[in-house]
Structure formats: structure tokens, C-alpha cells
């Protein structure tokens, strides 16, 4: 069969979120992906046009724009996925879809990247599935870089303030997400500890009470922030001390994948421009 395995080819064998072992017998030639920031690393390691179907959310690259759509991580269509004969499907760990593909008798390889350090394991994975191995060293590398770049960048009157990321109305990052550690690479504080869970949904009058000295949320949100209980008086909303990111921007920010580098230089520009030293040398 063209393009099959030699016979004496060694399978490829890793293991998913759960520690369960994957094994196939060559590298997969179909591939779909639920997440975009899977989708994201397939394309960044050189193996794009082996996918054949994406989530409703995976955006870029642009030339993906063509691929089906099979819903989402928690409303994927099986029946669509099915009808793409993919040789592997690559899916969040908290997939509600992947037990029924399971079932169905695809392989599921499962992931789980809340961390920055669970990324580098997840491009490290897909690296040996997809046989990049040289390529997935190369993007870390890189993205290693572009961290400690944009970290350099920070305005010294900015490092060490105490940030609060929303990932959605509501839904913060904490510490222990990925969202977090970029944070942390760039020198800033945290207001959301770590116990609550990676994003935990949380009420306006608990970042009152974290008295936030910057805040980073979506674009669409600012005009509303100043609504929300208690948030009127807060000195980061009266200071104007807000980044508000654009769709496109905010997705660099919340995808743990090869765009991570240009998240972190996004929020350093936002804070260049909201430096006190950036405000003087306006006047």
C-alpha cells in the first residue's frame, strides 16, 4: 500500500495524559484535532497538511480555513470525526468525545497542558507521533527565546506588580496554569493563587479584595469593568492601568502552543505603554 510502514518498521509508542500507552504502527498520515492549540502545533512542527479536520476554534493558520469542522472540546461531532477516517485524533484530556471515538475504534491520542511544562511534553509527544523530533527541539528552543525576550522588555516600574488575567467574564488564571507561568516568566505577580484550580470562575469582589495593580481581560469587557460590583473605586480601573487584548491577540494568550512567545511580547507592549516612564515621556 503506498505510503504504509515498512515491515520493519519499529511502531511508535507514547503515552497520554492518563499515562495509558499509545501505540502505532507508523506516523499518522490523518490526522484531527479538537484543540486549537493542537492544531497550532501539528502546523508549527511541519505537519499541517496531514490534517484533515479541526474544532470550531482553530483559527490559525489562516490556510486551515478549508478543513471541516467537527464542533468542539465539549460538543464534538463524532459522527464527523468518524466520517474523516483519521488515523489519529488529538483531543484535551477532557475531551467528552474521546471515550466514544475510543469505542469507535480510532486512536485518541489525549493531552493535558495546563502548565508550561506540560506543553513542552505535549510538542515533545507530538514530536515523536508526527516523527519531528528535531523540529519540536527547535520550536522550544525558540519559544524559550521569545520568553526571555519579551521578559527583558518589561518596564522596570512594572515588574513585580501584582497582575489579574480573566480568561473570560468571571473565569481567572491562577498561578497554576500556563497562563500563569507566563506571567511568572515575565516577572509579574499573580493575584490568583494557585489553590483555586488553573481557571477558576470567581466573584467581583474577590479581585477587589486583590486590589490588582494591572489588569489584563478582553477587549470586549473594558467598557463593562467598571460595572461590576465594588470595581468603580478599585485604583487599577481608576489609574487606567488595563490591557485589553482583540480577539486575535487575546487567542495568543490562552493557547498553550507555538504562539506562546508572541502572548508574552502582546503583554509586554501593553505594558510598555502603560509604564509611568512611557506616560512621562508623552507629556
Same mark, same amino acid.
Given at each position: 500500500?503506498?505510503?504504509?510502514?515498512?515491515?520493519?518498521?519499529?511502531? +511508535?509508542?507514547?503515552?497520554?495524559?492518563?499515562?495509558?500507552?499509545?501505540?502505532?504502527?507508523?506516523?499518522?498520515?490523518? +490526522?484531527?484535532?479538537?484543540?486549537?492549540?493542537?492544531? @497550532?502545533?501539528?502546523?508549527?512542527?511541519?505537519?499541517?497538511?496531514?490534517?484533515? &479536520?479541526? *474544532?470550531?476554534?482553530?483559527?490559525?493558520?489562516?490556510?486551515? =480555513?478549508?478543513?471541516?469542522?467537527?464542533?468542539?472540546?465539549?460538543? #464534538?461531532?463524532?459522527? =464527523?470525526?468518524?466520517?474523516?477516517?483519521?488515523?489519529?485524533?488529538?483531543?484535551?484530556?477532557?475531551?467528552?468525545?474521546?471515550?466514544?471515538?475510543?469505542?469507535? &475504534?480510532?486512536?485518541?491520542?489525549?493531552?493535558?497542558?495546563?502548565?508550561?511544562? @506540560?506543553?513542552?511534553?505535549?510538542?515533545?509527544?507530538?514530536?515523536?507521533?508526527?516523527?519531528?523530533?528535531?523540529?519540536?527541539?527547535?520550536?522550544?528552543?525558540?519559544? *524559550?527565546?521569545?520568553?526571555?525576550?519579551?521578559?527583558? %522588555?518589561?518596564?522596570?516600574?512594572?515588574? &513585580?506588580?501584582?497582575?489579574?488575567?480573566?480568561?473570560?467574564?468571571?473565569? &481567572?488564571?491562577?498561578?497554576?496554569?500556563?497562563?500563569?507561568?507566563?506571567?511568572?516568566?515575565?516577572?509579574?505577580?499573580?493575584?490568583?493563587?494557585?489553590?483555586?484550580?488553573?481557571?477558576?470562575?470567581?466573584?467581583?469582589?474577590?479581585?477587589?479584595?486583590? *486590589?490588582?495593580?494591572?489588569?489584563?481581560?478582553?477587549?470586549?469587557?473594558?467598557?463593562?469593568?467598571? =460595572?461590576?460590583?465594588?470595581? #468603580?473605586?478599585?485604583?487599577?480601573?481608576?489609574?487606567? %492601568?488595563?490591557?485589553?487584548? #482583540?480577539?486575535?491577540?487575546?487567542?495568543?494568550?490562552?493557547?498553550?502552543?507555538?504562539?506562546?512567545?508572541?502572548? =508574552?511580547?502582546?503583554?509586554? *507592549?501593553?505594558?510598555?505603554?502603560?509604564?509611568?516612564?512611557?506616560? #512621562?515621556?508623552?507629556?
Amino acid at each position: 500500500m503506498l505510503g504504509a510502514a515498512p515491515s520493519w518498521a519499529a511502531p +511508535i509508542v507514547v503515552h497520554d495524559a492518563r499515562g495509558a500507552e499509545l501505540k502505532l504502527e507508523a506516523s499518522p498520515r490523518r +490526522i484531527v484535532s479538537l484543540l486549537p492549540s493542537l492544531t @497550532e502545533t501539528v502546523w508549527a512542527l511541519g505537519a499541517g497538511e496531514r490534517l484533515v &479536520g479541526v *474544532d470550531r476554534y482553530s483559527n490559525w493558520p489562516p490556510a486551515l =480555513a478549508a478543513l471541516p469542522r467537527v464542533g468542539g472540546m465539549e460538543d #464534538a461531532v463524532v459522527e =464527523a470525526v468518524v466520517a474523516l477516517k483519521p488515523d489519529l485524533v488529538l483531543a484535551s484530556d477532557l475531551s467528552r468525545a474521546s471515550d466514544r471515538l475510543e469505542a469507535l &475504534g480510532l486512536r485518541v491520542l489525549r493531552v493535558h497542558a495546563e502548565r508550561h511544562a @506540560e506543553m513542552v511534553e505535549t510538542v515533545r509527544t507530538l514530536g515523536q507521533v508526527l516523527e519531528r523530533r528535531a523540529e519540536a527541539e527547535r520550536l522550544l528552543q525558540r519559544l *524559550d527565546a521569545e520568553l526571555a525576550a519579551a521578559a527583558a %522588555r518589561v518596564p522596570p516600574s512594572l515588574r &513585580g506588580r501584582r497582575v489579574f488575567f480573566e480568561v473570560h467574564a468571571g473565569w &481567572g488564571a491562577s498561578s497554576a496554569s500556563f497562563v500563569g507561568d507566563t506571567l511568572a516568566r515575565l516577572g509579574l505577580a499573580n493575584v490568583v493563587p494557585a489553590e483555586l484550580g488553573a481557571f477558576p470562575k470567581l466573584n467581583p469582589e474577590f479581585v477587589v479584595r486583590a *486590589d490588582p495593580e494591572l489588569l489584563l481581560v478582553q477587549q470586549r469587557d473594558v467598557a463593562a469593568l467598571a =460595572a461590576r460590583p465594588g470595581w #468603580a473605586a478599585m485604583p487599577v480601573l481608576r489609574a487606567g %492601568r488595563v490591557c485589553g487584548f #482583540a480577539p486575535e491577540r487575546f487567542d495568543l494568550l490562552i493557547r498553550p502552543g507555538p504562539r506562546l512567545g508572541e502572548g =508574552a511580547a502582546a503583554i509586554v *507592549d501593553c505594558l510598555q505603554r502603560l509604564a509611568p516612564e512611557a506616560a #512621562a515621556a508623552r507629556r
